[in-house]
């Protein structure tokens, strides 16, 4: 693979700029390459490439779109081992979740995408007025570490598919598997510009791209802090902007569920990914007269969880990087400080690993709403339970928090779990470990952001409405 250039109206080219990021192995500490990181130039050449390109795609037949998808589909699905090993050497992911989940929603994301074109109506004359969706023009893609295919895919699929020309710009975290998809992208023939790709720092190549004039919409998924950065920015060109952003999802198990079983999995939910996962059930509510029965069980359910190399047979492989690891320790150990109750995991790497940035699968019962690892997005293996006595309050308790991303209800009473559903702030919602799915929209309400991703509903994020009176 190549690592030291950047992919520029279908070639790939040498950096103007000379700085680089050393990739580190999160599992070995190991360096793994030196990343180009993009400056202003670079992202003005990928800019003025897109925007180059955008005339013409932007005019091509659904059908023409269509065949390039499917093409990439194939691809994909090709190079799919390569690239779940990819995924396991940048971010430690495990290899068998890679397999299943990391790179499977790859390419869920590009067949609803083709899904969605194939069903989409450009043009809808209604009476003497033609409404047309057209693309919204040039685009930046900003995509975060921890589902490295899953956060590309989900906007880089409905856009080609819209007809817009874009930018991507993966995490310096995780640009391997990113690389691999822009190689793909170049076999599939996609025109030269329609798909560009640059590595860089969020601070730099980030800003750029939302502050440059340009490029008609951003669409970042990364945590509330970036979010909020890239809104200001592209507030000076009053671009479309669409946010994915962060997450502190309340699992709210009802006292007539089954209790042992609605625990084991809400810990294995939590820790799906090492935790790092903006949608994970991080807070935990349980009745208060069964919190001694919900610690044993969580106990059990977190010590059951393996750590170690993620290429071997383990549940959960490091986390991403050193930054990752510290925070997550200093969250930890606010936890203990504001008294919660250590059920499981705590401080320090597990057992039998001194190096690698392993973290203990951690779990805090006796939690109040108001402590820092109640509020906080921790992002790693580390979970809270939090007692309540009525369902009102298990409502109330879910909803305050900043975010509003998801929630998830366990409950028998598929009546109770519907109207406690209408009740909670958030944009996507499991009842009793429903399954989750690549046409279903995603996206949050207040501080998770704004905009949905996922199948049609991501094809509508990339696309303008125009009206024509008097067209007939």
Known sequence: MTYDRFYIDGAWVAPRSSDTHALINPATEKKIADIPMAGTEDVEAAVAAARGAFDAWSLTDPAERLLLLRRLLALYIESYDEIADLMVTEMGTTRSFSLSAQAAVGRMHLEAAIEALEGERFEVLRGSTLISKEPVGVCALITPWNWPMNQLVVKVAPALAAGCTMIAKPSEFSPLSSLRFAELVHEA??????????????????????????????????????????????????????????GKSANIIMPDADLALAVREGVDACFVNCGQACRAPARMLVPHDRMQEAQEVARAAAQAHSVGDPMADVALGPVVNFAQFERIQSLIAAGIDEGATLVAGGLGRPEGLSHGYFVKPTVFADVTNDMVVAREEVFGPVL???????????????????????????????DRARRIARRLRV??????????????????????????????????????????????
């Open 189 to 246: 023939g996609f025109p030269a510009g329609v798909y560009n790709h640059v590595t860089g720092h969020g601070h730099i190549a980030g800003e750029a791209l939302s502050r440059h004039v340009d490029v008609d919409m951003v669409s970042i998924t990364g945590s509330t802090r970036a979010g909020i950065a890239v809104a200001k920015t592209a507030a000076e060109t009053v671009k479309r902007v669409a946010q994915e952003l962060g």
């Open 427 to 472: 944009g996507s919602i499991w009842i009793n470990g429903a399954d989750w799915d690549a046409r279903a929209p995603f996206g949050g309400y207040k501080q998770s952001g704004n905009g949905r991703e996922h199948g049609e509903w991501g094809l509508h994020d990339y696309l303008e409405i125009k009206s024509t009176a008097g067209w007939s």
């Open 384 to 414: 809270t339970i939090i007692g309540y006595d009525t369902e009102e309050e298990a409502i109330r308790i879910a909803n305050d928090s900043v975010y509003g991303l998801s929630a998830y209800i366990q409950t028998p009473d598929l």
